[in-house]
Each structure stands twice: as structure tokens, then as C-alpha cells.
């Protein structure tokens, strides 16, 4: 039943995030935490495998632990959520800089349907068995990650979410490339380092719903129904980029790569997007600087790249919960006064 509701929140235009509070406030949580015994788990498998007190759509919040987590495959429903990435590079992410990081597969196969998973980060060992793997299901969300290597797509899918992810690495990689069913597919406020591409078989073509408000830093080869307020600024000198798209609008590209028809501009010197980003972190210097010429110039008013749109990218991945991210006590109370003690808290959107 919640699958079915999902699916008719989402039509109705509800963002992404807006669902998940929504749908999580419906269910269980669990604590999942690999050096904390008074955690209900101590690995996300186990909390997976427990039919008995882990209902299908409850939420598992997986602690940030000085030790790796290991991989794990979703059967049915949970939704997955962890602490975000690098956060000690951002303000205001949380009193404690601890993240969850995954060592193996994170792999979504049939039953996990409606499944979100969210803030984490993959072991960056040079295995690429550190991955996203989706495995021919239906309807999976996975955002705010910390992606070291490409989301493996295999099979059929459709309606799979791909947003508000750092790639540090290739973003996509399609298999199974004589299955014709790729439909539904979003990828959108991402973060970009390396290559773009959909597929590395040409002639077995993938069409994404929509590849809008992104950084693309390297090669982009990609078909889609819409290429929208994306930003193309290629680190390496030699990139390339191919769009094949009923709709390319209201993009940047170095350049002027893909030519100013339908809102499309060119730039040849990034500090007149982003301006001078001395002091930025990691993933806030790809944000517009507000004095950028380019500000507001997305469809609908919206910034290009992925800190515009209706679902903006968030620093460091952090969930749409309340984080404290600062504490100040005197240190001394008594029983009659209690002790004083001021917290600053944030929430994400």
C-alpha cells in the first residue's frame, strides 16, 4: 500500500524530500550503529533480515562509526538513511563529523520497490565493488551519497531517482544493454566529476526523464526528454559533450559549446559563474556566486546547476532532519536551576 502512495504523491508533485518526511512519519525507526551496543543493530543486513520487528516501509538512521559498514541487499521496502559526507569541510552539519561508510555493494533487487537511500559515502579503496547497484527493480530512490564509483543500473528499471549525489568518479553505467525498458529515469542537482555517460554501447540507447541542474567537469554523452539548467565546465581540456534532447535549455556551457539558442549560454572564464572561490568547501564552490551574471538565468527564474531547481543540492549530503550544530554550556548547574545550556540546530530541505 505504501508503494502505491508513493507513486501517487510523487504524481501529484510533492518534491522528493517533502515525500520522505511524510511517508517515514508513518512508520518505525531503527538506530543501526557498528560500535554502540545500545543501538537496535549493529549492521544494516541484520537490520534488513529482521521480519519481525523491522516492518516493511520503517526507516533504518545508520550511525556515523570510525569503522565501515558493510555492503548489503534490499529485499523489500526500508528507507535507508545515514549522517551525509565530508562533514567537517561544511558548517553546520552536525556536532559530530562521523559518517557511514560503506565497504561493498549496496545493492537494491525485487521487493525493494519505493526502497530511498541516503547520505553515504562508499569506501574509495580502488574496488569497484564499492557501488550503488540496482539490479532490475522499480521505483528506487538514492540521493545525497558520496558516490566513488559509478551507480551500476542492470536490467529493466524505471522510475529510478537519482539526486543530490557528489560523484567523485563516473555517475552512471548501464548493463545488461539488450533489455529495452529504461523508462522514468531522473538524474538531477548532481555533482559531476568525471565522465557523463549513458551507456558504452551506442547503439543500445537509454533515454532519461530528465538530466536537469547539474555540474557536469568531464565528458557528457547523454539522451534525454529534458537537458535543463546544467552547467558544463570541463576540468580536463580534451572533454567532450553530446546531448541528444527534445528540450536543451537554459544551460552554461564552456565555450558556448552547444551554441545561445533557447536560453543556452557560454562562458570562458568560470569566476564570472562562480566567482572567487577561496575558502569553499569541496562541493559549496560549484554553487553561483551571488554577484554571478549568470544568477537566476535557469527556467523559471531557477539558478543553473545543482544548487538551483525545486530540489537544490544540500552541503555534505546531510538528511532532512534537525542536526545541532553547535553546543554551549557553562558546564556548571545545580538542582534548583538545572544547567544552562544554548543549542543552535539546522534542518536541510
Do not use: H
Not at 304 to 333: A, D, M, Q, R
Amino acid at each position: 500500500m505504501k508503494t502505491k502512495l508513493y507513486s501517487t504523491l510523487l504524481k501529484a508533485g510533492l518534491s522528493f524530500i517533502t515525500l520522505i518526511l511524510f511517508l517515514g512519519a508513518f512508520a518505525g525507526t531503527w538506530r543501526v550503529n557498528n560500535t554502540d551496543n545500545s543501538a537496535d543493530f549493529v549492521s544494516i543486513q541484520a537490520a534488513i533480515n529482521n521480519m519481525t520487528d523491522v516492518a516493511d516501509g520503517d526507516t533504518l538512521f545508520v550511525e556515523g562509526s570510525a569503522f565501515v559498514y558493510s555492503g548489503f541487499t534490499l529485499n523489500r521496502l526500508l528507507y535507508i538513511i545515514g549522517p551525509g559526507y565530508r562533514l567537517s569541510e561544511n558548517p553546520q552539519t552536525g556536532t559530530l563529523a562521523s559518517v557511514a561508510v560503506i565497504d561493498g555493494t549496496a545493492e537494491f533487487v525485487s521487493g525493494s520497490e519505493g526502497s530511498v537511500f541516503s547520505g553515504f559515502v562508499f569506501d574509495d579503496d580502488n574496488s569497484t565493488d564499492d557501488i550503488t547497484y540496482v539490479n532490475g527493480v522499480n521505483n528506487i530512490t538514492i540521493m545525497r551519497c558520496y558516490q566513488t564509483f559509478a551507480i551500476n543500473i542492470n536490467s529493466s528499471v524505471q522510475n529510478i531517482i537519482i539526486v543530490q549525489n557528489y560523484f567523485e568518479d563516473d555517475a552512471i553505467r548501464i548493463d545488461n544493454l539488450s533489455e529495452d525498458f529504461f523508462q522514468g529515469v531522473i538524474f538531477d542537482n548532481n555533482i559531476v566529476r568525471n565522465d557523463f555517460n549513458r551507456s558504452t554501447d551506442a547503439s543500445a540507447p537509454r533515454t532519461f526523464a530528465s538530466v536537469d541542474n547539474n555540474i557536469f567537469l568531464e565528458d557528457v554523452v547523454v539522451t534525454t526528454a529534458t537537458f535543463r539548467n546544467n552547467i558544463w565546465d570541463p576540468l580536463g581540456g580534451s572533454a567532450s559533450i553530446n546531448i541528444t534532447s527534445g528540450i536543451i535549455e537554459n544551460n552554461l556551457f564552456f565555450n558556448s559549446q552547444l551554441g545561445t539558442e533557447n536560453g543556452n549560454m557560454g562562458f570562458t572564464d568560470n569566476t564570472t559563474v562562480f566567482g572567487d572561490r577561496t575558502g569553499r568547501s569541496f562541493d559549496e564552490q560549484w554553487a553561483l556566486d551571488d554577484g554571478s551574471t549568470f544568477k537566476n538565468s535557469g527556467t523559471d527564474g531557477t539558478d543553473p546547476g545543482p544548487f538551483g531547481g525545486s530540489n537544490p543540492y544540500v552541503l555534505s549530503g546531510v538528511p532532512p532532519l534537525p542536526v545541532i550544530y553547535e553546543i554551549n554550556t557553562s558546564g556548571f548547574g545545580n538542582q534548583e536551576n538545572g544547567l544552562p545550556v544554548e543549542i543552535k540546530v539546522r534542518s536541510s530541505n
